[in-house]
């Protein structure tokens, strides 16, 4: 009998020891059980015999995570504190066929990994490319090739994409694959449909939104190796792609490329880990790229046609209401059979019902925000734990009967247009809307043929799709981003503002009107995003990232002293800690989700290591941990 330890997938228990009659090697996925339940785990190493019962492993399933893969996810579980086990979960590992169960592949061998290892950044024109760059483009490519790790910062319409493609063939030249993370791919059906055109079969696209049946089509293209461009949100990070030549990633600044529960990794960050990893060049794509990006590598700025001369900028002092500007420029706009945008940040019809005798706020009663009015469904729903209930007819604290409600929405913005014009074709581009990638599929292609005149959606209006014939963009509530408890605020806000206003102006002139109280900050910034980086360089040295590192440890409980006395003691351990500081600690901003009371601590340190010990050294049971956040409430 042989010994073994094993990490559990999915599971945050610390590897545990089982038994195996035959050889087992680094990777090997394996079936186990653990108090009669059936688990998959992943085999780490051989041991000695423990002195307790070990029970044995039920079968090996002949898929293996190579040694590379093996490697990323201890990363993982060390960078950002989770198990290896749930590291290693965002994983695919390599097939093996079951007619070579006599495993042709030797002990901690990675079964597929690049042969033929060329250098990078050579250059090999592709011959017959109907792909022809401008002169501007080509200086822009060379320039990225020359380094492991580039940014291509550009602006909308500047012709990002052609740049990729033309790297995507010489790397297919090469024999080699393409890994391209979007953040939101199952939003952009244009992309692929882009891609598709240019490249055919040979692109696959990869996102949580893909059937299970067309998944497991999908990995047999990718084991295979017919599948050479692979397309993803960030879970395509790990899938096992042979013979990686590139990975891109595209619209870099974007926050949904951080996990938002365990393991909460960056997929920027972790892209450029992996490119290092492989010794594959990575490059970074955005027209408003991160600060944290703009500093640490270098960049090739590509600006499209004038930025600022095609749309024309206006403000309004107002924070989110259709004023009679917005709708009078709305009307115009469509009067003349054009195309008009309006952006507001929330979904719903209204984000809070107060009451107008005593300022009650109706609250989700399992989290501690407000409850958004759904007039279609004649309910309030929290857009945390996705309680509902019917609309109350009185307020729930003083019992009057009149409740107001605050904070429009895009449901609402939709109704009321439909109210008071009739005629005016409007489509709803929201979550609550656009369930499905039929839903948006439809609804973009209504759009583009010109079947909506007025467009209203929330934050996926920005995700990088090509509307053509937009010539007004209307952006309401941008102060509530801009004043949000966050160090990236103003960079947040002005990325969503530019992104937006990108969507317009495509062929024609466009008109830009901004509600905001804060034109005095918004407007040297535009057409000139790289003005505001080097002034907020200014004003995050020392201070924040990408200048320090940040970690926020949050503590959740039902009961509220449970979660604070965890905090308490973390902290106390904390204080005894070197080259860290302390930056705030106490309830979180919002302090109930899903009934459970919420806690935190926020760390600083100028150097990863000594953070990382920090937190190792003091962090306790309840204590969950997130490297490098980007949500602070
Ligand atoms: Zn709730
Ligand atoms: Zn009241």
Redesign the pocket.
């Known amino acids: 009998m042989k010994y073994f330890t094993i990490s559990l997938l999915n599971s945050p228990l610390n590897p545990l020891t089982y038994c195996y009659e035959n050889e087992l090697s680094e990777g090997d996925l394996v079936e186990v059980t653990l108090r009669n339940r059936t688990l998959s785990g992943v085999v780490l190493e051989v041991c000695d015999a423990p002195d307790f019962k070990t029970t044995p492993v039920t079968q090996a399933l002949f898929q293996q995570y190579s040694q590379k893969q093996m490697k990323a996810a201890k990363f993982i579980s060390s960078y950002y504190f989770c198990s290896l086990g749930e590291a290693l979960q965002l994983f695919t590992p390599y097939g093996v066929n079951r007619e070579m169960e006599n495993r042709k592949w030797k002990m901690g061998e990675p079964l597929a990994q690049g042969k033929g290892e060329e250098r990078r950044g050579k250059r090999d024109e592709v011959k017959n490319s109907t792909l022809k760059l401008s002169s501007k483009q080509v200086e822009a490519l060379e320039l990225l090739q020359k380094y492991p790790v580039s940014l291509l910062f550009g602006d909308t319409g500047s012709g990002k994409t052609e740049i990729y493609m033309k790297w995507f063939e010489e790397v297919l030249a090469q024999g080699k694959r393409v890994l391209f993370l979007m953040p939101e791919i199952s939003l952009t059906p244009q992309m692929e449909i882009r891609l598709k055109e240019h490249f055919g079969e040979a692109v696959v696209m990869w996102h949580s939104k893909v059937t299970r049946p067309t998944k497991k089509k999908l990995l047999e293209k990718i084991h295979s190796g017919e599948a050479k461009i692979i397309a993803g949100a960030r879970s395509a990070l790990f899938l096992p792609v042979k013979d990686l030549g590139l990975i891109v990633v595209d619209e870099e600044h974007d926050d949904s490329y951080k996990a938002s529960s365990r393991p909460r990794y960056h997929a920027r960050d972790m892209a450029i880990y992996m490119g290092k990893l492989y010794d594959v060049p990575v490059l970074l794509g955005s027209a408003t790229p991160s600060l944290n990006s703009y500093v640490k590598y270098p960049h090739f700025r590509l600006k499209g046609g004038h930025f600022s001369a095609t749309r024309h900028f206006s403000f309004e002092k107002s924070r989110d209401a259709i004023t009679e500007r917005v709708e009078s420029s709305i009307v115009a706009t469509v009067a003349k059979e054009e195309q008009a945008m309006l952006f507001i940040p929330t979904r719903a019809n209204y984000k809070y019902l107060i009451c107008e005798a005593c300022g009650h706020t109706h609250e ?4 501690s ?1 407000a ?1 958004s009015l759904h007039r279609k469904s004649n309910a309030i729903k ?1 857009h ?4 509902s209930e019917r609309v109350p007819q009185a307020c729930s604290k003083c019992q009057h009967e009149m409740l107001v409600s605050e904070r429009l929405g895009t449901a609402e913005a939709v109704y009321q247009f439909g109210e008071r014009h009739p005629d005016m074709r409007v489509g709803q581009f929201d979550r609550d809307a656009v369930s499905t990638q039929n839903k948006l599929k439809k609804l973009l292609k209504a759009f583009n043929n010109r079947e909506i005149d007025l467009l209203i959606g929330t934050q996926m209006l920005s995700k990088g799709h090509d509307y053509h014939d937009v010539t007004l963009a209307v952006i309401l509530g941008l102060d509530n981003q801009l004043n949000m408890g966050d160090y990236r605020a103003r960079e947040k806000a002005l990325s969503l503002l530019i992104q937006i206003a990108g969507r317009s102006g495509r062929k024609k002139e466009a008109e830009v009107l901004v509600q905001s109280y804060n034109q005095a900050f918004f407007e040297p910034y535009i057409g000139q995003y790289e003005k505001f980086l080097e002034d907020e360089k200014k004003f995050r040295q020392g201070l924040y990232p990408p200048y320090t590192k940040l970690a926020r440890i949050m503590f959740a409980h039902k009961y509220a002293n449970k979660a604070e006395e965890s905090m308490q003691e973390m902290l106390e351990r904390l204080r005894l800690q070197d080259n860290i500081e302390i930056v705030g600690y106490g309830v979180s901003q919002i302090e109930k ?2 009934s459970k009371y919420r806690y935190q601590i926020l760390l600083r340190a100028s150097k990863t290591t000594d953070l990382l010990k920090a937190i190792k050294q003091s962090k306790n049971a309840l204590a969950e941990v997130d490297i490098d956040p980007v949500e602070f409430s």
């Open positions: 989700c009663p399992y989290c925000v409850m929290c945390y734990c996705n309680f989700i899903a």
